[in-house]
């Protein structure tokens, strides 16, 4: 980060917190395009920003630290949910942990303190705490539980309350250290990025036999839903009267997003022993030569099956059989959403996926680990950042639409999805789109497709850098190091 202004922040805390501290300021300095200089103890010269027990001296910047954090993480202990602290910021009623109550900036001249604790806060969050202890007292692991979470119970997934935390930094620094004040850019000229994701779980989705299922399902309750009905059946029997397949299906999926001048990453499955024979693609040689012809110059990340989260062994053989098609998968996303951060990032770490793109949830759009942007999910267990990069899971299409999670009609997503995108065009920050190529089907989804690239060519007219998974990583990298 040498490219970027060096910023002095002494911290005084506990030994046991001090990784943690560091952790969070290392990643709103990243987000502010500040590099971090840390000095430790009670008084340095030339300090910009104090995090730690009170002391005499006067600091530009100061942030509330609560003596009774260390210890609260070293217990592993919920954060009692009577004492998280709201208050209103940018028109939102955004949550604080380890605070005081009141006003969030006690300001004079020439200082400020922060009284909320947004070091201990964003660290909360990072590491998906809630559901890291919720998980050690023997809750069931995979798919986490939306409605178990923080986000649910205060109804404030949409806020990506980490990023907010950055910003009242970002408002402090602009008004007493002005000179460290710079726009955010992405890709050098762009306001924001929105990085593009395709899941691959079916490559054909529509076979014959699965068509003659369809149809007798639509027939048997056409008295019950006789326009849905009717339009399914006629549709499918069109599509594939017209010669429609898989190939072709992808291919206008590439060439699209080639005429916008846009990248994706698809991430495609290494195992074929799923209980379903269509998601087994990755076995028949003939889907092998349209995965070959179609996305060899593509970025592909491994889309690996619920195991390969939690096995190396599992992981490992999936990522061999990617690497033995010419691939070299450095992201990776686990199908369903089934992941358990300290063990999985663990097992990720030890294959050399550089990349995840899991933390998201799947009933509802919004910000797991409370951030849009970027960043490294810290291991709890050995104190220190894990050395691979999290690009938050932000927006799926089946959380969008399914029955069992948001259950939206097209028009209300378009509406949710543009708030989205005009919060990060505001933020100059990032959101993340997966859409299933399943969901480009014009006959069981219609409308959907189309709002995929709707929401490209709005992120496009503001300026946004529109991008895949894999030059979201190399530009935070950039950034990080």
């Known amino acids: 980060m ?25 990643t709103y300095c990243y987000i502010l395009r500040l590099n971090p200089k840390f000095y430790y103890g009670f008084h340095s010269e030339g300090i910009h920003l104090y995090y730690g027990e009170d002391n005499q001296q006067t600091y530009p910047i100061r942030i509330f630290f609560n003596q009774e954090t260390a210890a609260f993480f070293e217990e592993r202990e919920l954060y009692p949910l009577d004492k998280v602290n709201f208050c209103e910021f940018n028109k939102e009623s955004i949550p604080f942990l380890f605070s005081q109550n009141g006003s969030v900036f006690s300001l004079v001249t020439d200082y400020c303190v922060i009284r909320k604790d947004i070091i ?12 890291y202890i919720l998980s050690s007292k023997g809750i069931s692991k995979g798919r986490v539980d939306f409605r178990q979470s923080l986000q649910y119970r205060w109804d404030f997934t949409e806020i990506p309350v980490v990023d907010v935390y950055c910003q009242m930094l970002y408002r402090i620094i602009s ?43 639509n027939l048997s309750t056409i008295y ?14 069109l599509d594939k009267a017209l010669g429609n397949n898989p190939w072709r299906k992808i291919h206008s999926i590439i060439r699209k997003e080639d005429v916008l001048d846009v990248q994706s990453t698809w991430f495609l499955f290494g195992r074929d022993s799923f209980e379903d024979g269509r998601q087994n693609y990755i076995s028949d040689v003939k889907y092998r030569e349209h995965i070959l012809d179609l996305l060899s110059q593509k970025d592909i990340g491994l889309h690996g099956s619920p195991e ?8 490992n053989k999936e990522l061999d059989v990617l690497k033995s098609l010419g691939f070299n998968p450095k992201g990776f996303r686990t199908h369903y959403l089934h992941f358990d951060y300290q063990k999985s990032f663990s097992i990720l770490e030890q294959a050399g996926i550089k990349y995840d ?28 950042p894990f050395r691979v990069l999290e690009i938050p899971l932000i927006v799926m299409d089946t959380t969008l639409l399914s029955h069992k999670a948001m259950n939206l009609n097209s028009i209300s997503a378009r509406l949710r999805l543009s708030r989205m995108l005009g919060k990060a ?57």
């Open 175 to 217: 008004l007493l250290l002005p000179e460290f004040i710079r726009d955010i850019h992405w890709n050098e000229k762009n306001s924001f990025a929105l990085s593009l994701s395709h899941d691959i779980d079916y490559w054909h989705y529509w076979t014959s036999k699965q068509i003659l299922s369809t149809y007798q399902y």
């Open 120 to 131: 201990a806060s964003g660290f909360y969050f990072l590491t998906c705490w809630h559901e």
């Open 357 to 384: 793109s899991t933390l998201g949830y799947w009933e509802h759009i919004g910000y797991r680990a409370g951030i849009s942007f970027p960043f490294y999910p810290f291991n709890l267990k050995e104190n220190r």
């Open 425 to 481: 065009a505001k933020y100059q920050s990032h959101i993340s789109l997966l859409w299933h190529n399943t969901t480009f089907d014009k006959i069981d989804f219609p409308l959907w497709g189309s709002l995929y690239w709707s929401m490209i060519k709005k992120a496009k007219a503001r300026n946004g850098w529109i991008t895949s998974l894999s030059h979201i990583y190399d530009e935070w990298v950039n950034i990080s190091y």
């Open 308 to 315: 390969s989260a939690f096995d190396l062994e599992v992981l």
């Open 2 to 26: 040498e490219k970027y202004p060096n910023i002095n922040i002494l911290i005084n805390v506990p030994a046991n917190y001090l990784p943690k501290a560091e952790f969070v300021l290392r």
């Open 224 to 237: 019950k839903r006789p326009l849905s009905a009717l339009f399914k059946m006629v549709g499918h029997t």
